[in-house]
Structure formats: C-alpha cells, structure tokens
C-alpha cells in the first residue's frame, strides 16, 4: 500500500502558474508510474500527465502540454507538477496516483484544488 498526499493547490490568475507535490510513502518500493489527474464538477476524471517513478519517460494530456511538467524529485519520495500558463478550463480537484508494473493505479490521494480565475 502506498499513501500519496498532494499539496500546492491555491487560486491563481489565468496566466499564473501553480507548483502541485505529490509525496509518497509506504511501500514506495512497489511504484512504477505516479500519474497526475483532474476532475471537475460535473465532468469526467481525466489524465494530466504520468512520469516514471525512475524520474525518466514522462506523458503529457494534449491539453496540458507544452504548459505544465512533471518531474521526480530526486532526494524525495515525491512527484511535482509545475503548472504554467494558467486556464481557466485548468480548474479542478488535482488527484495523483501511483501504479505499480503488474497493477493499475490503486493507490490514490485525497486531492488538492486548483482555481483559475479569468
């Protein structure tokens, strides 16, 4: 079991930018992949980006890239976010997960909010 707790959400104006964490423990061990996801109101969960808990081969949502970046932080059971170039179409209840090599992502945190303003 792995125990993932997110951090960094706040208000920002479109334009802004936002820095999420992810920190991990437990059977860190067993983590493969971290993935950031997003849901709004009303809406469908959706991914964001995902990285390799080896820090190497990362994925990017097409409406996220170009504009955000994941990152492992080396010295730290813990996964970043730089969210750049705020949208208001970003807002939403920020979630990471970790995924281990023979399973999917079961192990989820509680989620941090973000809010865009125009």
């Known amino acids: 079991q792995v125990q993932l707790v997110e951090s960094g959400g706040g208000l920002v104006q479109a334009g802004g930018s936002l820095r999420l964490s992810c920190a991990a423990s437990?059977?860190?061990?067993?983590?493969?992949?971290v993935g950031w996801f997003r849901q709004a109101p009303g809406k469908e969960r959706e991914s964001v980006a995902a990285?390799?808990?080896?820090?190497?081969?990362?994925y990017y949502a097409d409406s996220v890239k170009g504009r955000f970046t994941i990152s492992r932080v080396s010295d730290k059971n813990a996964v970043n976010l730089e969210m750049n170039s705020l949208k208001p179409d970003d807002t939403a209840v920020y979630f990471c997960?970790?995924?281990?090599?023979?399973?999917?992502?079961?192990?989820w945190g509680q989620g941090t909010q973000v809010t865009v303003s125009a």
């Open positions: 997960a970790a995924a281990g090599a023979k399973r999917g992502y079961d192990d």
């Open positions: 990285i390799n808990w080896s820090g190497i081969n990362s």
């Open positions: 437990g059977r860190t061990s067993s983590i493969y992949r």
